[in-house]
């Protein structure tokens, strides 16, 4: 029998001991010499020492010891002297395995960069995971979300509007429309059709979620931009039974479960019914129903191809879509006509490509034209002031705010405003006084006719809008005065290029045009230029200024005044135009823009930089402007305008202006007040004598080319308004200003007449009780220094010609206060009379107007450098005379 075979002899000295020694043994550890007397045996030389009972009852015991202690950490077996690494005992290759992991990362036995590469085993793993989870998250969603109702998706609730301290004003908004469910069998199939080819051509056979639209609005949502509705008609009708939450990830992910269950569980023709009866059309029209009474006074079943394409039109944004005009500058009535008559077009084609519709029939109803809806007819309960007045906090929260004008009109916010009831009346008053008192559109119909006003009132410091005058009412003209209507200002302008004279200064006319402000000078008001009329226009390095056609220029004063080397302060009080237009080229019309800006004004209602920019060829609105003098009062304080304090929803205060209100110094505080101290002349003794109010007053005139516009801006230390009057009929298609000659029985109207009244009617009334308050004495500014024309001479040439009308009696008069000498025209101007702005040439047909321009004094230019405005008005760029 083999030796292997041979029951081996037990150990000496018992069991566990012996078994351990042959354990370490096998292990490759030196073993311990076994206790004197214990007949231990000497191994051969060579060889390791191997426990009794062979090389299976080792293995047995080194495992047994294994379990008891760890394994050795890498190269241990060197420090015992135990041959490197290695498996079974052989050149050390034989480290015991160590005790497996679920997730082996970083990797167990790989060194370097493998260390780190996770298996192929981990990654299926964790995919399968993954998607396992998701499926389950997925399922749970479907399970816990609930289809909505389309019925309880058109319920509103109404938003209530509160005066300044805290009175209810009125109770409107959500609801205005009867939002009456229809069946889709009430809603013709043209309707259906226009929206399926216009939102999603293949809303009957997908799916219904987009995963393309989806993925785009999570990475907009996670870049931190505005949330993306989706894109199929299914995910836009849920998006609707939502209106009003939050615009989170959340909702987007449970309007994705709701998506889903929803093409899961409802026919088609059911989701395209509740889509057309919840969708926002505008007007404060939800559903299809209220947006045909709205628009066409008709129920839906009537609509007819064209209309319904228009009606489709509004769903891209009915803000710009509705030809009326809608919220901001981009949503004129022309800009919105112009944008809904495309797409009107877009979708008419869009039926054909898709087969909605037949070829001919698309160009029978492009033949007939555009389908213009019925004017908005606004709540009964938004008559007079209060219409604009809510429209205004409307703009003002959809601006500022991220609450949607669908949001707002669904209803439910308690809107907490900066309006002053007594100032609203106390304005409305005034305008409706100095109307009433001077138009008569029946006593003189070819110019009292179509006479609007419009005005504004800021308090300096804060912004708040405490009063405008909108109109005579919101319900008959609904666009607000107050707001951007695109009349010119003025010599109102004139204080911007002062204050940028004092801020930049002048050019040296021995460098280049960009010339940082240690190079220029800084301007003092004694500083004299050049007044007489139509002095040559020079570039701030004295060589003559050119048109594009290479003509010079030759401003006209109002009446073509005279008034020699005239002082900064006396051309404001006399609102001298060649004085300020030479000034604002010394300075840089760029450097004018700028400080209308930094003072408040919006530089989208500017004008291109023409010479004529300095005279106000902007078209500022009356909030901007009363808010840009406003700065002016506040010693060089700019603070935007607004007009919500705090909006709550559902009695929960949801956002105040605390969150978006800033503050900065637009100019140097003795600016400022160098500014108004000239303001304050033209009041004491300038064109604004009319505006005196038996406290400090600073304002300044307005007229404009063609005598269309007229303003008077100005501010007490607490108050700052401003008050606009033009022409327009804007109940006509095309919309323009039309010439205030003869109105009110005056030749002419001009900033001091019948706008600066009623800024006093109104200004005295509003300041009554409130305590009188000095504006700051200014110091010291600028240098001295005199443009073309005017010599260092000390003593101020006085104007040779200032009509009476420049020197208005003490009293406050009805008549004309700048210019009673301009004869009236023989015929009252129809709108074709009127120039372009920029055209010198207009009515050059021997009719002897200012450029040949019908009813002025002037006569037909006859070279480039002939004055091509000689007369009045004086705008070869549409620049205002005043």
Known sequence: MSEHRRKPPQPQGGGRAAARRAAQQSSGHRAAPPPSGQGAQAEPPGEAARPHGGRAEARRAAQRGGRRRAADPAGAGHASGAPEGGRRGRGGKNRPPGKKRFIDYPRRGKTGFKRWVPSWKLVTGTFLSFVGLLVAAAGI???LVQ?????????????????????????????????????????????QSAVIAAENASFYSDSGVDPMGIARAVVNMAKGGATQSGSTITQQYVKNTYLGQEQTLKRKVTELFISVK??????????????????????????????????????????????????????????LYDPAGGIGRIATKKLNTERATNRWKWILKREVETGHMTEADRAKWVDKGFPRPEPPRPATNKGGQIGYLTDLADQYIIEHTNISKAQLDKGGYQIHTTFERDKVNKLKTAVEKVSKENINPKLRPRTDKYVQFGGASVEPGTGKIVAIYGGKNALEHWHSNAIYTGAQVGSTFKPFVLAAAMRDGVRDPKLGPEQPLSARTKVSPTSV??????????????????????????????????????????????????????????????????????????????????????????????????????TFAARGQQVDPYSVETIEHNGVETWSHDEVKKEEQAFDTNVADNVTDVLQSVVENGTGKNARIGRPAAGKTGTTDDNKSAWFAG???????????????????????????????????HGASFPSEIWADYMREAMDGVPVKQFPEPGPIGDKIYGDGASPDPT?????????????????????????????????????????????LCGDNGNGGPGGRPGGPGGKPTSPTTDPTDGDSGAFFGGPPD
């Open 141 to 143: 969603g479907l399970m």
């Open 147 to 191: 289809v909505p109702d389309p019925a309880a998706a058109a319920e509103s609730q109404k938003n209530v509007y509160y005066w300044a301290d805290g009175r209810q004003m009125v109770v409107s908004g959500g609801g205005d429309y009867n939002r009456q469910i229809v069946p889709l069998s009430k809603i013709p199939k043209s309707m």
């Open 262 to 319: 929803v093409g899961w569980t409802q026919d088609k023709d059911d989701i395209l019914a509740g889509y057309l009866n919840t969708a926002f059309y505008g007007r404060g029209a939800y559903g299809i129903q209220a947006a045909s009474r709205a628009y066409y006074g008709k129920d839906s079943e009537e609509l007819n191809p064209s209309e319904s394409a228009f009606l489709a039109a509004t769903l891209n944004g009915p803000n």
């Open 529 to 630: 230029y050049n007044g007489d009329n139509k002095v040559t226009l020079l570039n701030y390095d004295k060589t003559v200024w050119h048109d594009e056609k290479g003509r010079e220029w030759h401003q006209a004063n109002d009446d073509n005044g005279e008034y020699g080397p005239v002082d900064l302060r006396t051309a404001m009080e006399h609102s001298v135009n060649t004085a300020y237009m030479q000034l604002g080229m010394d300075v840089g019309v760029d450097k004018v823009r700028q400080a209308a800006k930094d003072a408040g004004m919006d530089e989208k209602e500017f004008t291109s930089l023409t010479p004529t920019f300095s005279l106000g060829t902007s078209a500022p609105s009356a909030i901007n402007l009363a808010n840009a003098y406003a």
């Open 715 to 749: 501010y007490t230390p607490q108050l700052s308004t401003a008050i606009g009057m033009w022409r327009m009929d804007d109940q006509a298609e095309v919309q323009s200003f039309l010439p205030m000659y003869g109105v009110g029985g005056q030749d002419k109207i």
């Open 796 to 840: 101020t040439q006085a104007p040779t010609q200032s009509p009476s009308t420049e020197e208005p009696s003490e009293e406050p008069s009805k008549e004309p206060t700048e210019d009673p000498t301009t004869k009236k025209p023989t015929e009252d101007p129809s709108p074709t009379d009127s120039c372009g702005p920029l055209d010198p």
